[in-house]
């Protein structure tokens, strides 16, 4: 796996092809909106949508916390879908999950779906605020904010679901999710497996990090 590296005044962070952030100084990785329960939700709805996605998306989140040996794990919000996200087997599979990292402190950042469906239960043990919660410095938001928060020299948000776009030769276009890296805010990728994206440009004084399979590529505009 190739990684990349995003620094920005006194933060260095790896931007991981799991689409989570690292923190290696403080041993924190971040994700945003994994939506749990989403296909679930769909389902109980009556719409025709493949299961399976919250064992795929706590596989990926199994493979990161491994290499990152993360002592901290932030959920930049949508934790849960919503409301009906709250099925048995969806809340069996997050507990069992939780079970096999006791030691690892847990946050969540909430978002406007953790309004709707409510916060996660207490088995799996999370430290539960409203945005922007500050780390060192680091104010941790869901909605991408217009400015650093008062307190803070930058800021690391969710919600937007970025992606960007690679077009070729007539219709042919590839979508990858993106860390979206501003000089004040950055703003992670989706990290649940049942999520769609919004095509985010290349703005100046910007890096956005590709996420292509195993491999995070960087494109950056100067300021």
Known sequence: ??????TTGAFHFELLPERALWWPERATLFIADPHFGKAATYRALGQPVPSGTTAQT?????????????????????????????????IDALVSWRDRYPALTCVLVRGNHDDRAGDPPAALNFQIHD?????????????PPAEVPQGADYA??????????IRGRGRDQLRLPCFDMGPAVGVLPAFGAFTGGWEVPTMPGHTLGLVAGDTVLCRSVPP
């Open 156 to 165: 690391l948000a969710g919600h937007v679901h970025p992606v960007s776009v």
């Open 131 to 143: 945005e922007p919660w500050m780390l060192d410095g680091l104010a941790c938001c869901h909605v």
């Open 58 to 90: 706590l596989g990926v989140l199994d493979r990161a916390l491994m290499r990152t040996r993360a002592q901290r794990l932030v959920v930049l919000g949508d934790f849960l879908h919503a409301r009906q996200a709250h099925q048995r087997a969806v």
């Open 1 to 6: 796996m190739t990684t990349a590296s995003f």
